[in-house]
């Protein structure tokens, strides 16, 4: 009974390599290519590829592209959907939507605005690729850092198929996933996939009862193909809940330094104790350290509610962690000191829904000329909650509601000429958000509401051709015009001064409508040639424009909302092969 065994082994072992081996079609330059033939810094696998190395998720790219990194990142607001995705070092951490990511995602063509919810699970996927470098002149949203473009698999008229797939492992998780394929006529076609995606958290927090890390995803999709003699329509639904207890956080450790109170860490005295070298005699309200709300808490604890010594008064060196038996101190006793558990109080919460549409209409107008309608709708619904300080105290509890739509339109011309020596693109973008983000944050000297309401319209067009003079040596040359308008109006105010100098209602920017606009032209100049058929080297000079925005997270209170610049980023690639 070994032999057959083994032949089914040696059966699934080829192909899976098949799997990993498989040449790839990109269509990083807007057409179907050969990835050996597409003078990109590019890393790209096919759906059986990657299902071929356990990837599941986007975030898991990161273990297999290098100079990228696509993890969870809950940032400020602690939403464990947050994707923090760095291309060679460029990116963006904070899902404020006030700024914009540093890398594009693309689904289908369409870019997605939000970090919250980019951790996608990835079930029906045709390929992936993931461009290096600024994105300046032929994806949707002009980049600075690169981009990760996600095709789907397009429903078939071939044959009925389908798979499905259940799984159990550590820590209770459950995942279903399942897929099919339904050839309605000669011409129609449509697929379904679905997923859900469970397991326990990993870090206990003693203070809710909740398991913090877990996991809790339902998505969906439904496709739509119609395929005439020269034209074809592609329409799809998809839909994102994600139910979670929110990230896995433990306190390791607090930073208790502060400009204002005590910069030089000498040992503390006592309120109207006579001034001595080498000790530092407290000198309220001078020094209150609204600068370090940790200190803030130990500070206030010792001198205002006297609930003990929290500031270690008396120790013979700065000791602002105090009396740690106390429960009113912050410090020590908090830590998890290796242990998987959080004493948070405020309940952890990601709550998502996410759905978005698209059509994509592909008319071949002629051999030679080509023409792309790419229409799309996206929607967020997400609420998150995070207790920042990991312990009983109220320090820095953070609620966020976060409402964002898009609406995008991309037309593309593509076409060759010459023999096929001239091979162009040219097109137009429009893209239409707009977001809702309130933000309450409860410090312990005060209660704020953050955030407002912000929007952006970007209007861009592109151009890009490449020569190819001989069969081995081409010339590509491109450039796009991005005009961004943006609008914020903060909604920000005190909810709860409590006891401070700042009264509840006092508005902590302007409750009136700021706008900035943007524009820039990025260019891309491109040489290869083939050394041999299999080996190429390249040259590029690049730039990627990622526009200004407004500074949405202010405290103390300021007379205008302040404003930050765009980034331009240039890129030169020598030699490449």
């Given at each position: 009974?070994?032999?057959?065994?083994?032949?089914?082994?040696?059966?699934?072992?080829?192909?899976?390599?098949?799997?990993?081996?498989?040449?790839?079609?990109?269509?990083?330059?807007?057409?179907?290519?050969?990835?050996?033939?597409?003078?990109?810094?590019?890393?790209?696998?096919?759906?059986?590829?990657?299902?071929?190395?356990?990837?599941?998720?986007?975030?898991?790219?990161?273990?297999?592209v290098?100079?990228?990194?696509?993890?969870?990142?809950?940032?400020?607001?602690?939403?464990?959907?947050?994707?923090?995705?760095f291309?060679?070092?460029?990116?963006?951490?904070?899902f404020?939507?006030?700024?914009?990511?540093?890398?594009?995602?693309?689904?289908?063509?369409?870019?997605?605005?939000?970090?919250?919810?980019?951790?996608?699970?990835?079930?029906?996927?045709?390929?992936?690729?993931?461009?290096?470098?600024?994105?300046?002149?032929?994806?949707?949203?002009?980049?600075?850092?690169?981009?990760?473009?996600?095709?789907?698999?397009?429903?078939?008229?071939?044959?009925?198929?389908?798979?499905?797939?259940?799984?159990?492992?550590?820590?209770?998780?459950?995942?279903?996933?399942?897929?099919?394929?339904?050839?309605?006529?000669?011409?129609?076609?449509?697929?379904?996939?679905?997923?859900?995606?469970?397991?326990?958290?990993?870090?206990?927090?003693?203070?809710?009862?909740?398991?913090?890390?877990?996991?809790?995803?339902?998505?969906?999709?439904?496709a739509?193909?119609?395929?005439?003699?020269?034209?074809?329509?592609?329409?799809?639904?998809?839909?994102?809940?994600?139910?979670?207890?929110g990230?896995?956080?433990?306190?390791?450790?607090?930073?208790?330094?502060?400009?204002?109170?005590?910069?030089?860490?000498?040992?503390?005295?006592p309120?109207?104790?006579?001034?001595?070298?080498?000790?530092?005699?407290?000198?309220?309200?001078?020094?209150?350290?609204?600068?370090?709300?940790s200190?803030?808490?130990?500070?206030?604890?010792?001198?205002?509610?006297?609930?003990?010594?929290?500031?270690?008064l008396?120790?013979?060196?700065?000791?602002?962690?105090?009396?740690?038996?106390?429960?009113a101190?912050?410090?020590?006793?908090?830590?998890?000191?290796?242990?998987?558990?959080?004493q948070?109080?405020?309940?952890?919460?990601?709550?998502?829904?996410?759905?978005?549409?698209h059509?994509?209409?592909?008319?071949?107008?002629?051999?030679?000329?080509?023409?792309?309608?790419?229409?799309?709708?996206?929607?967020?619904?997400?609420n998150?909650?995070?207790?920042?300080?990991?312990?009983?105290l109220?320090?820095?509890?953070?609620?966020?509601?976060?409402?964002?739509?898009?609406?995008?339109?991309?037309?593309?011309?593509?076409?060759?000429?010459?023999?096929?020596?001239?091979?162009?693109?040219?097109?137009?973008?429009?893209?239409?958000?707009?977001?809702?983000?309130?933000?309450?944050?409860?410090?312990?000297?005060?209660?704020?509401?953050?955030?407002?309401t912000?929007s952006?319209?970007?209007?861009?067009?592109?151009?890009?051709?490449?020569?190819?003079?001989?069969?081995?040596?081409?010339?590509?040359?491109?450039?796009?015009?991005?005009?961004?308008?943006?609008?914020?109006?903060?909604?920000?105010?005190?909810?709860?001064?409590?006891?401070?100098?700042?009264?509840?209602?006092?508005?902590?920017?302007?409750?009136?409508?700021?706008?900035?606009?943007?524009s820039?032209?990025?260019?891309?100049?491109?040489l290869?040639?083939h050394?041999?058929?299999?080996?190429?080297?390249?040259?590029?000079f690049?730039?990627?424009f990622?526009?200004?925005?407004?500074?949405?997270?202010?405290?103390?209170?300021?007379?205008a909302?302040?404003?930050?610049?765009?980034?331009?980023?240039?890129?030169?690639?020598?030699?490449?092969?």
């Amino acid at each position: 009974m070994s032999t057959p065994a083994r032949s089914a082994d040696t059966a699934a072992s080829a192909a899976e390599s098949t799997d990993l081996m498989q040449e790839i079609t990109v269509t990083a330059r807007r057409r179907e290519e050969r990835i050996l033939d597409t003078p990109i810094s590019i890393s790209a696998f096919s759906g059986p590829a990657l299902e071929a190395r356990g990837i599941e998720r986007t975030d898991d790219l990161a273990k297999m592209v290098p100079n990228l990194i696509y993890q969870t990142n809950p940032g400020a607001g602690g939403s464990s959907s947050n994707a923090a995705v760095f291309i060679r070092g460029v990116g963006q951490s904070d899902f404020i939507p006030t700024v914009e990511p540093g890398v594009g995602l693309y689904i289908d063509g369409v870019y997605v605005a939000s970090t919250v919810g980019s951790l996608m699970e990835l079930n029906d996927v045709e390929r992936i690729e993931v461009l290096r470098g600024p994105q300046g002149t032929l994806f949707g949203r002009n980049t600075i850092g690169g981009a990760v473009s996600v095709t789907s698999e397009k429903p078939s008229t071939k044959a009925f198929a389908g798979s499905a797939s259940i799984l159990y492992g550590t820590d209770n998780d459950r995942e279903i996933k399942a897929k099919i394929n339904l050839p309605l006529s000669a011409s129609v076609s449509a697929s379904l996939s679905g997923a859900l995606v469970k397991q326990d958290g990993y870090v206990d927090d003693v203070g809710t009862g909740q398991q913090l890390g877990d996991t809790n995803n339902l998505v969906g999709k439904l496709a739509l193909r119609w395929q005439g003699e020269r034209t074809e329509l592609n329409f799809s639904v998809d839909g994102t809940r994600t139910r979670e207890n929110g990230p896995a956080f433990v306190l390791k450790s607090v930073n208790f330094n502060s400009a204002i109170f005590n910069p030089a860490g000498l040992p503390l005295l006592p309120p109207g104790s006579p001034p001595t070298p080498g000790k530092y005699v407290i000198n309220p309200p001078a020094d209150v350290p609204v600068d370090n709300f940790s200190l803030f808490n130990n500070y206030i604890a010792t001198l205002v509610a006297n609930a003990g010594n929290c500031l270690g008064l008396g120790s013979p060196t700065y000791n602002p962690i105090g009396d740690q038996t106390n429960k009113a101190c912050y410090g020590p006793q908090y830590y998890s000191n290796g242990q998987r558990v959080s004493q948070g109080t405020l309940p952890s919460i990601t709550d998502d829904n996410l759905w978005g549409t698209h059509l994509t209409f592909d008319w071949s107008i002629a051999d030679d000329l080509r023409f792309r309608s790419i229409t799309a709708y996206r929607h967020l619904q997400s609420n998150f909650q995070r207790d920042g300080d990991e312990s009983p105290l109220t320090i820095y509890h953070l609620t966020d509601e976060l409402s964002e739509r898009q609406f995008s339109e991309e037309i593309q011309l593509d076409g060759d000429a010459f023999a096929k020596a001239l091979k162009w693109v040219a097109g137009i973008y429009y893209f239409d958000d707009r977001a809702v983000n309130p933000n309450l944050v409860d410090f312990s000297p005060i209660t704020v509401e953050s955030g407002g309401t912000s929007s952006t319209k970007s209007y861009a067009g592109f151009a890009q051709a490449t020569y190819n003079f001989t069969s081995q040596l081409a010339l590509t040359a491109g450039v796009r015009y991005t005009k961004d308008k943006k609008s914020f109006t903060p909604n920000e105010f005190i909810v709860n001064s409590k006891g401070g100098p700042f009264p509840v209602g006092l508005p902590v920017l302007p409750p009136t409508e700021v706008d900035a606009d943007f524009s820039k032209a990025t260019p891309l100049v491109n040489l290869s040639y083939h050394l041999l058929p299999e080996t190429m080297v390249y040259a590029t000079f690049s730039q990627g424009f990622k526009s200004g925005g407004f500074t949405q997270r202010v405290f103390p209170p300021l007379p205008a909302t302040p404003t930050f610049d765009p980034e331009t980023v240039t890129s030169y690639e020598p030699i490449s092969i």
